[in-house]
């Protein structure tokens, strides 16, 4: 199966839109992404459910950055193909719409897979190990994604991991730096939060320490409500780790949140 990001330049949202692969109708809204809402579409023709996002662009100005980030996205995503990453298939575009098609992941969120008392450390492993062979591949073609978090990963019916949404990612250089603030606190590394140059890499490192206490303890280190400690306790790395957590388990966050 595919899916598809739709990002749309000027027009409404359609129910019914063509495409240069097809025509689809809009099933109803399943999420959301860096660009916009995500919909559940189907294919006219051969009834193939996939997924679309749509994005309305309003004015030149915003029209001309839109189109420069979702082509990145495009080529960014061209280059990867990696089992836990979502595939894209292709991109086209019209004088309306951009159109990312990518394999449909039949799963749910991570989020949506943590009981609130947090999961069974075998399973938050076996995710783990996903999550790491992914971003070292992603490390590799000199790819960082900058938005982790457990919205932005997929747990399909097989219960493999994919990660998704690559609206914020960018390709990164050892021998220069990126300062575009981005992200999601409190997943948000301290570098960014200080306004400082970064590689990219330990960004994605310092996220994923934070995907893996939030799966094995059910809630956040940096998640409190009153955002001027969210800022406090991420720059200073604060985190207070529960007593029943494995010292592997502490050392493997600790080690992130550096």
């Keep these: 199966m595919l899916s598809a990001v739709t990002v749309s330049l000027d027009e409404p949202k359609p129910t019914v839109f063509r495409t240069p692969l ?38 030149r100005k915003r029209r001309v950055t839109l189109k420069i980030r979702i082509q990145r996205e495009a080529n960014l995503a061209k280059l990867l193909d ?18 990312l098609f990518f394999d449909y992941v039949q799963g749910v969120q ?3 897979c943590i ?15 996903q999550l790491v062979d992914a971003l070292a591949y992603c490390h590799r073609h000199s790819v960082v994604h900058r938005d982790i978090k457990i919205e932005n990963i997929m747990v399909d019916s097989h219960d493999r991991i994919k990660l998704i949404d690559f609206g914020l990612a960018n390709f990164y250089d050892p ?38 206490f939030t799966m094995l303890t059910g809630s956040l280190p940096f998640g409190d409500p009153r955002i001027h400690n969210n ?25 992130c949140l550096i």
């Design 175 to 212: 021998s220069s730096h990126l300062n575009t603030s981005c992200g999601t606190i409190p997943y948000t590394a301290p570098e960014i939060l200080r306004g400082d140059k970064y590689i990219g890499p330990e960004i994605d490192i310092w996220s994923l320490g934070v995907v893996l």
């Design 110 to 112: 991570l989020a949506e």
């Design 231 to 255: 800022y406090w306790t991420i720059m200073n790395s604060q985190v207070n780790y529960p007593p029943t957590m494995s010292k592997l388990a502490h050392d493997c966050i600790t080690k």
């Design 82 to 99: 990696h089992p836990n990453l979502v595939k894209l298939r292709d991109f086209r575009t019209s004088t309306s719409h951009f159109y």
């Design 22 to 59: 097809g025509e689809f109708k809009v099933l109803k809204t399943i999420g959301e992404g860096s660009y916009g809402k995500v919909k559940l579409v189907t294919n006219l023709v051969n009834n193939e459910k996939v997924d679309s996002m749509v994005r309305e662009a309003a004015g």
């Design 115 to 129: 009981p609130s008392h947090g999961m069974s450390e075998s399973r938050a492993t076996k995710y783990l190990a």
